[in-house]
């Protein structure tokens, strides 16, 4: 199943097409060099690419992240749809504009807070969502 969903992905995000009605594509995340955790999501919310700053963010190599669900890093979007129709859930996207913070449980099970930003990115057609994670400062509180 992993594979049948990684070729399918993989047939998505990498058929470019050119010219006027060409839409940009999600980059390779792995390929820049980011200093914060990307984690680029399907629709349904599973993780199909993230950067190494995610992997160590999250205590694990990335290619673990991979075909996790985003529920399990951020278990408290569990409540909220990510999806409204075909764009990206209203209320996350003011949450992510006022900087609201998340808690964030890594691999290992540590729990940390970070402040959660959503893109949506269509591509083909299809909707995906880049989630990028900065963490805070311990001494910052749960908002």
Not at 22 to 28: I, V
Not at 105 to 118: D, N, P
Not at 122 to 135: Q, S, W
């Amino acid at each position: 199943m992993k594979v049948a969903n990684a070729e399918y992905i993989a047939s998505i995000v990498g058929g470019a097409k050119t010219g006027a009605g060409a839409r940009s594509q999600p980059e390779n995340l792995q390929s820049g060099e980011d200093p914060y955790a990307v984690l680029m999501i399907c629709d349904n919310g599973i993780i199909f690419e993230c950067n190494n700053a995610a992997g160590d963010l999250l205590d694990c190599k990335p290619s673990k992240l991979t075909w996790q669900h985003i529920y399990s890093i951020l278990p408290q979007l569990a409540d909220m749809s990510l999806m409204r129709g075909d764009h990206l859930n209203p209320h996350l996207r003011f949450l992510s504009r006022l900087g609201y913070t998340f808690e964030t449980v890594g691999m290992t099970g540590a729990h940390f807070v970070s402040t959660v930003f959503f893109n949506e990115i269509e591509t083909l057609g299809r909707h995906f969502l880049r989630i990028i994670l900065r963490p805070v400062f311990p001494n910052q509180a749960l908002a």
